[in-house]
């Protein structure tokens, strides 16, 4: 069975801290996976990544992806009190039909 | 208006209403997906239109009906819902269907609560 598997379920830090997320897969067919953050109701796109080991990077924000280990990581670097939300991945894969599997995500706050 | 927009927002039905959401696209995508969001579960996946023809319908009770009547329009009609029904409904839409690795970009989502 396909899955998404997000750790930890929640965190809380203070400004100025760096914090590691992550996300472990099972999917049939893996095209991609992709991260979003949700902050009040629509999740915005944060990173897609397909090949291993290539980092992509969006100020404080960066993201791995293992496709050995079946896993990525989302870096945040400087955490700022903006940047407390929920971080969702999600693995696109086939099996049948195309379809995107989400992880239930990471709640991330951070403190002043 | 940019992106993709629901309506309305929030929703409060009796088990005996029927109602609809409504999304609306703008940034000329040709799929667009329904997905559910309860509290403390991932976001599933409901119903995938592409090019306005149903792809995949992931084994959605039938008080769910969906209607796609052309690419950039998507509606939910929901019929003598249950209370477990309540959940944040979001829309989503892709350039191309998902496996093409395509970016989805999420609506504000509708707030349902069913009583």
């Known amino acids: 069975e396909d899955k998404v598997v997000q750790s930890p379920l929640s965190l809380v830090v203070h400004e100025g801290d760096t914090v590691t997320l992550n996300c472990s897969y099972e999917?049939?067919?893996?095209?991609?996976l992709l991260w979003y953050k949700q902050e009040k109701k629509a999740p915005t796109f944060l990173f897609m990544l397909?090949?291993?080991?290539i980092e992509k990077k969006s100020g404080r924000l960066s993201s791995i992806l293992d496709k050995k280990e079946l896993f990525s990581i989302l870096n945040i670097t400087a955490t700022q009190t903006g940047d407390s939300a929920v971080y969702l991945c999600?693995?696109?894969?086939?099996?049948?039909?195309?379809?995107?599997?989400f992880g239930t995500g990471t709640r991330l706050k951070v403190l002043a | 208006e940019t992106g993709v927009t629901q309506t309305p927002r929030h929703l409060v039905m009796g088990m005996t209403n029927k109602k609809s959401l409504k999304c609306e696209q703008h940034?000329?995508?040709?799929?667009m997906y329904w997905y559910k969001q309860s509290a403390k579960k991932p976001l599933e996946l409901m119903f995938v239109?592409?090019?306005?023809?149903?792809?995949e319908n992931n084994s959605v009770p039938s008080r769910f009906s969906p209607e796609c009547p052309n690419s950039s329009h998507l509606f939910l009609h929901l019929h003598t819902l249950q209370p477990e029904d309540s959940a944040l409904y979001l829309c989503?839409?892709?350039?191309?269907?998902?496996?093409?690795?395509?970016?989805?970009?999420f609506g504000p989502g509708t707030r349902l609560l069913v009583l």
């Open positions: 239109y592409n090019f306005k023809e149903q792809t």
């Open positions: 940034l000329g995508h040709n799929a």
């Open positions: 999600a693995v696109e894969g086939f099996s049948g039909t195309y379809k995107y599997i």
């Open positions: 397909t090949s291993s080991g």
């Open positions: 999917v049939t067919n893996f095209r991609s």
């Open positions: 989503a839409s892709s350039q191309a269907l998902a496996g093409a690795s395509e970016t989805q970009y």
